[in-house]
């Protein structure tokens, strides 16, 4: 187990390279979940990410013989653990080869090529590239640095832990996300030496909930498969020695739903004009759909920033819809002259915002004096969709709700 001094060592180890991140007090989101609301913007650190702590407090650790056989380190990350590693060797003198699968966003492959590592793309997911990051540094004698598996990366992240008892001494809970479980281990570690009030609260999404079921079973469960947008918690299993650890400090592991992860995006965009990846949202969405129990201070954990911008347009829409702010219906009208402008000028007598309009005359429900309406709509939230719909059926209007 990771002790409280270990953890003092990793921050006197990597205080030269990191950004002690702020807390911050959010009055827009403190209304939105009932409580008050904090953020610790981990974000905004280098990389975009936590990574970069425990990456470095391994890999400048590593004795100089170490160096001298293999003047390499080998990860293997669709993300923000290979830009920490990318970093944290290029700081430390040290080549880094870092293995992506063929399907990392571009963003994510540049950035770490430009913090000074050869990337190999292999595979069609991170196993791939984990199994061959092994060969690699099997056969070059290389030093393979792992995402959470190594006592020094949980108590470089558990810096984390030390920031938050001095920064956030008011909170009476922290929601940390789960994905492997380095993090949490390592912020709840601290937190229980440091600052035994402070409750911490893994937060899982529900489409790669592995911690669960393991501090269930009291051992690693591996998931058959993975179904989630946060990308950087996607992990099929949490490790023996991270599961120790939660099952010691740990208060609680909940999950949330694709649709609370990207409503937290949105609210953090638009409330706290934050860019936060959906891994890192993982902690607000927790607290705002009222899953991290406790009425005083709340504070989430934002881990990380690192989004692809193609991406995020996607979240973003997926968010909106998810709050009710997107309405997309389906109208079928008559095929005659002025059946457009009557539908038209009732929604503007709706003061509605029009996003989009197609207009179809073919279609296999179709009458043949029949056109096809398919009406996007800015709304404020669910009761004010389903009021427009009721509205434009007591109009006459034949309306079927796409989403």
């Known amino acids: 187990m990771v002790t409280l001094e270990e953890i003092r060592q990793a921050r006197e180890q990597i205080t030269p390279v990191i950004r002690a991140t702020p807390v911050t007090r959010s009055a827009s989101l403190s209304q939105a979940a009932g409580r008050p609301v904090l953020l610790k913007q981990e974000h905004l ?5 936590f990574k970069i702590r425990g990456a470095y407090n391994l890999i400048s650790r590593l004795p100089a013989g170490d160096r001298g056989r293999a003047p390499e380190v080998v990860a293997a990350s669709a993300g923000n653990h ?3 590693v990318a970093l944290a060797a290029t700081l430390c003198g040290l080549s880094s080869t870092i293995f992506m699968p063929c399907a990392a966003s571009l963003p994510k492959v540049e950035a770490t090529r430009s913090y000074g590592a050869t990337v190999r793309l292999v595979g069609a997911v991170v196993d791939d590239a984990i199994d061959a990051a092994r060969e690699y ?11 959470f598996d190594h006592p020094l990366v949980i108590a470089g992240q558990g810096t984390i832990g030390l920031e938050l008892a001095e920064q956030a001494a008011e909170a009476e809970v922290v929601a940390v996300p789960v994905g492997g479980g380095g993090l949490v281990a390592g912020v ?14 893994g937060v899982e999404a529900a489409g790669a909930a592995a911690m669960l079921p393991s501090v269930k079973a009291g051992r690693p469960v591996v998931l058959a498969e993975l179904a989630t947008m946060a990308d950087g918690i996607a992990v099929r299993s949490p490790s023996e020695l991270t599961l120790q650890h939660v099952l010691a400090y740990v208060d609680d592991i909940v999950t949330v739903t694709e649709e609370e992860i990207s409503q937290a995006i949105v609210l953090l965009l638009e409330r706290s004009k934050a860019v936060v990846e959906p891994a890192g949202a993982v902690g607000l969405a927790a607290i705002l759909a009222g899953r991290v129990g406790g009425r005083g201070p709340a504070l989430a954990l934002l881990s990380g920033g690192n989004v692809d911008p193609l991406l995020l347009g996607r979240l973003i829409d997926h968010g909106l819809s998810s709050a009710g702010r997107y309405l997309l219906l389906r109208i079928v009208l008559g095929d005659r002259p002025g059946a457009l402008a009557a539908l038209t000028t009732e929604v503007a007598r709706m003061n509605l915002n029009v996003l989009s309009v197609e207009h179809h005359r073919s279609g296999l429900s179709l009458g043949i004096d029949e056109v096809e309406v398919m009406l996007t709509l800015e709304t404020r939230d669910p009761a004010h969709r389903e009021e427009i719909v009721d509205q434009l059926r007591a109009k006459g209007f034949r309306v079927d709700l796409v989403r």
């Open 137 to 147: 540094a099997e056969a070059q004698r290389a030093v393979m640095v792992p995402p």
């Open 188 to 201: 709840a570690a601290a937190l229980a030496h440091a600052q035994r009030s402070l409750k911490v609260v």
């Open 45 to 49: 650190q280098r990389t975009g990410s």
């Open 82 to 84: 290979a830009q920490g």
